[in-house]
């Protein structure tokens, strides 16, 4: 049977970012074509010899000078008029990354690269809207049974950052003593002999993720799972 096809492959990248207290979304500022000047997600169309993870790789890198550790597919899409230039499918990717390791810089198809707090969220290019609302659903249930908050946090934290983290995304309070119970219950963070600096009041102790550990006992068939009540 011949086949009459005349679609484009796409990708774009929804970017998380935690500072202060704020979940931020990664954006850029279009350069070209019908929404020039508007806000999107950093991404582009994919290669011909690339695969998509290459492709989400190449783009967000080339658009936001970010190369992010932790990236995994998140969603396709593709309604018929998702882009007016043609028929678009695009597939959406979640990113997690700590923005105090970069500098952001705008380039190829972007004429600008910022953080967004995602309370404050300017009108955005094609349906990326509906896009990002995907990411932030994904992230608030992922977080619950795995531990991908720590690709937020800083190396070493205090256990006060990652409390606020969880009802930062969650949008929930949290028992705070049967949190930490729970975490150093699960036996996955190092307790460093590192105290905060420059604070106000008395400094607190600092935590690692330790990573390799909870490989190990993923392995043994360690489940992590949080629940806030």
């Known amino acids: 049977m011949k086949i009459n096809q005349d679609i484009k492959v796409a990708v774009d ?8 207290n704020v979940l931020k979304i990664l954006l850029i500022k279009q350069k070209f074509g019908t929404n020039e ?18 492709a989400v790789s190449r783009e967000l890198k080339e658009e936001t000078g970010v190369v992010a550790n932790y990236l995994e597919q998140l969603y396709t899409f593709g309604s018929l008029n998702r882009d007016e230039r043609a028929r678009v499918i695009s597939v959406s990717y979640i990113a997690l990354i700590n923005p105090k ?45 795995q531990p991908i908050g720590f690709e937020l946090l800083d190396l070493k934290f205090p256990f006060s950052d990652l409390e606020n983290l969880y009802q930062t995304i969650l949008k929930k309070k949290i028992d705070r003593r049967n949190f930490r119970k729970k975490l150093l219950s699960f036996k996955i963070l190092n307790e460093t002999n590192e105290f905060q600096k ?25 489940h992590f799972e949080i629940k806030l009540v």
Do not use: C, M
């Open 101 to 145: 390791n970069y500098s952001l810089k705008a380039d190829t198809d972007a004429i600008d690269a910022k953080w967004f707090a995602i309370s404050h969220i300017p009108k955005l290019a094609f349906d990326h809207k509906e896009i990002l609302k995907k990411g932030i659903e994904r992230l608030q249930a992922k977080i619950s049974y």
């Open 13 to 20: 990248a929804v970017v998380f970012g935690y500072t202060e």
């Open 37 to 54: 000047d508007k806000w999107a997600l950093p991404g582009g169309f994919v290669k011909n010899k690339e695969s998509l993870d290459e």
């Open 198 to 222: 420059n604070v106000s009041g008395r400094p607190a102790k600092l935590y690692s993720f330790n990573k390799k550990k909870y490989r190990e006992l993923e392995r043994d068939g360690f």
